[in-house]
């Protein structure tokens, strides 16, 4: 085979495939012990990465040496020899060549199982995990760890391992450049020990204990090396270039999923802060809405008070007629505006919430949207709702009140219907109307969006879900879940100094 310029290995392997290696196994009638011999070098022959040409090749001149020699050793019967050899030549390459097919589909499979392992992981450290199951699986390793270097840094922690069995200290870790892991890192090359018990660059000495070779590969992304996958062997282990390739295939792999789980992370943790500051301004806007009710009350109502109350005196002494019909009609604007300031006290801290619960405040507002709009409104609440926690009560208060004011203002709605289950530990809304829909990029549906988008958010800050679903014509349907939390039973809380100023008012 010096056509082919095979090394040593190659060479060993291709005899082991050849006739002459199989009359040991003929002989003893044993053709299954002959499938698997030619099984396993066909494996092997296919980790070296030798073409199935070439196997063919060998065979082929196998068998012309054979020939020859028929004809003395069958006497007469030469021609059923031979084409005895062709057959048995034929059934070997046949055999190979499925081992060839069995190691790609190995490592496809592995491969697969890496991006299995990227879509099913919910975090980096379960990817990582994941990860070397599938590594150490693969290429029956008996040891496994990742080993991710710091950002902005120059050494490399053990983010994930695999059969260890003993404890590396939480500080633990491994400058690059220094040590087996750290020389991978260094340089962005594979690297493999073979014998651990004659390696002296092993930064961890205990690992000797657990595993006899080594082999590594760098995790790259962009460009930079991330980290080291390593696994590890109870005996001797030879990678072949097959293997190599597949270790650095899974290497490449993992490095991209690291990339990418980092920033779901990323995102993930960005997205938490952003509710966590979304439901800090929500309360803060509670606060403020409070506030102003308070000053509304104190100054500006108490003031309009004072002014009827002075009103009211000068007409008492006022004779010209009209004199006493301007005052009248003065007495009659202040009325009004401590009306409009009452209801907007109502509006920022609902007196009626606090005293009687939920279901009174949607119906209090499914009544106040058919006497200012003319939509007729109908409520449907289930018992089985309860009192809820004051957050959850005025969350879904907001809601109703920010959908019907939707209603009113864009849907141009004849009726409405509002609907409210307790399912388990969760509350099901619905509110549903019969106007025009939502109209698509439209100064009067950017209005409506920013309301579903304050909808959505308020409720993502509970942990709940909202959904709109709308088509033009076919009116509005938005559902909204949230967790019921802890029930309040016989449970009012105190007045507030708001709600205070809103009954004096009434």
């Known amino acids: 085979m010096e ?5 040593g290995r190659i060479l060993a392997a291709l005899e082991r495939v050849t006739l002459a290696a199989g009359c040991s196994y003929f002989c003893h009638d044993d053709f299954p012990g002959f499938q698997e011999n030619l099984n396993y070098f066909g494996v ?3 980790k070296l990465q030798v073409d199935t040409r070439a196997v063919a090749r060998s065979l082929e001149l196998y068998q012309s040496f054979c020939d020859p020699y028929l004809s003395g050793l069958f006497r007469g019967r030469d021609a059923e020899a031979k084409a005895t050899l062709e057959m048995l030549s034929s059934v070997s390459f046949v055999t190979i060549s499925g081992a060839y097919y069995d190691t790609k589909t190995r490592e496809s499979n592995a491969l697969l199982a890496v991006l299995d392992a990227e879509l099913a992981a919910g975090d980096l450290s379960s990817l990582l995990q994941k990860v070397l199951d599938v590594t150490t699986e693969t290429f029956h390793a008996s040891l496994g760890s990742v080993l991710l270097r710091e950002p902005e840094a120059d050494f490399l922690r053990v983010a994930a391992s695999v059969h260890l069995n003993f404890e590396l200290p939480e500080d633990f870790r491994i400058p690059v450049g220094c040590g087996f892991s750290g020389r991978i890192a260094a340089s962005g090359e594979p690297g493999m020990i ?6 002296d660059g092993i930064f961890t000495p205990r690992i000797r204990d657990r595993a006899r070779s080594l082999w590594g590969v760098p995790l790259k992304a962009n460009g930079q090396t991330i980290g080291v996958l390593l696994i590890g062997f109870n005996k001797p282990y030879e990678w072949m270039p097959t293997e190599r390739e597949l270790m650095r295939a899974i290497g490449e792999r993992t490095a991209l999923a690291i990339e990418r789980a980092r920033m779901t992370d990323a995102l993930r943790e960005r997205e938490h802060r952003i509710a966590e500051l979304s439901g800090h301004l929500l309360r803060v806007q509670e606060e403020e809405r409070k506030r102003i009710s308070r000053e509304l009350h104190d100054e500006t109502g108490q003031a309009l008070m004072v002014i009827r109350l002075y009103l009211g005196m000068m007409e008492s ?4 007629r009209n004199v006493k019909g301007k005052i009248r009609e003065t007495v009659e604007v202040v009325d009004r505006t401590i009306e409009g300031i009452r209801r907007i006290i109502g509006k920022l801290s609902p007196l009626v919430l606090q005293e009687l619960g939920l279901m009174a405040a949607i119906r209090k507002e499914a009544k106040d949207l058919a006497k200012n709009t003319g939509v007729k409104a109908r409520v449907m609440i289930s018992e089985e709702v309860g009192r809820l926690a004051p957050g959850i009560e005025q969350a879904i208060y907001r809601v109703v009140q920010e959908a019907l004011h939707n209603v009113a203002k864009h849907a141009q709605a004849k009726s409405v219907v509002v609907q409210m289950t307790r399912e388990n530990q969760n509350i099901h809304l619905v509110v549903e109307d019969d106007g025009i829909g939502i109209q698509a990029k439209t100064s009067n549906s950017r209005g409506h969006s920013f309301g579903l988008a304050g909808i959505k958010e308020r409720i993502a800050t509970l942990g709940g879900v909202s ?16 967790p019921a939390g802890e029930p309040l039973i016989d449970r009012l809380p105190e007045h507030t100094a708001a709600q205070a100023a809103a009954a004096r008012l009434n």
């Open 44 to 46: 092997r022959l296919s």
């Open 194 to 199: 073979l014998d651990t018990s004659v390696e």
């Open 317 to 320: 002494t006022v004779t010209a």
């Open 3 to 7: 056509e082919f310029g095979f090394d």
């Open 467 to 482: 959904r709109v679903i709308s088509a033009k014509g076919k009116g509005t349907r938005l559902e909204i879940t949230v």
